[in-house]
Nanobody, 111 residues
Framework: QVQLVESGGGLVQPGGSLRLCCAT?????????MAWYRQAPGKQREWVAS???????NYAESVKGRFTISRDNAKSTVYLEMNSLKPEDTAVYYC?????WGQGTQVTVSS
């Protein structure tokens, strides 16, 4: 079956950085469009970034210039490098492929 396992979340101070990973199995990773979403407390889940099968990224305006999505097809893993983090980036971050979601990883930005 399809599995997505996120890791790399944690507590970081404003201005800090984190790198999220999403390891996948059960899919032909190299041909799939991958995406990261996030959900803050009391808010709807929102799209953060995505990357197509040839590595072309797209970003939500709120994270453009601060976050970088990338993929390693050999490892069937997608990454989200997050820099210059702000308190408003606090959320549970999820990766998604097709109709499948990971379990999420908590990112908390606080001093």
């Amino acid at each position: 079956q399809v599995q997505l396992v996120e890791s790399g979340g944690g507590l970081v101070q404003p201005g800090g950085s984190l790198r999220l990973c999403c390891a996948t199995s059960g899919i032909d990773f190299s041909i799939n469009y991958m995406a990261w979403y996030r959900q803050a407390p009391g808010k709807q889940r929102e799209w953060v970034a995505s990357i197509d099968s040839v590595g072309i990224p797209n970003y939500a305006e709120s994270v453009k210039g601060r976050f970088t999505i990338s993929r390693d097809n050999a490892k069937s893993t997608v990454y989200l490098e997050m820099n210059s983090l702000k308190p408003e980036d606090t959320a549970v971050y999820y990766c998604k492929v097709q109709i499948y979601w990971g379990q999420g990883t908590q990112v908390t930005v606080s001093s």
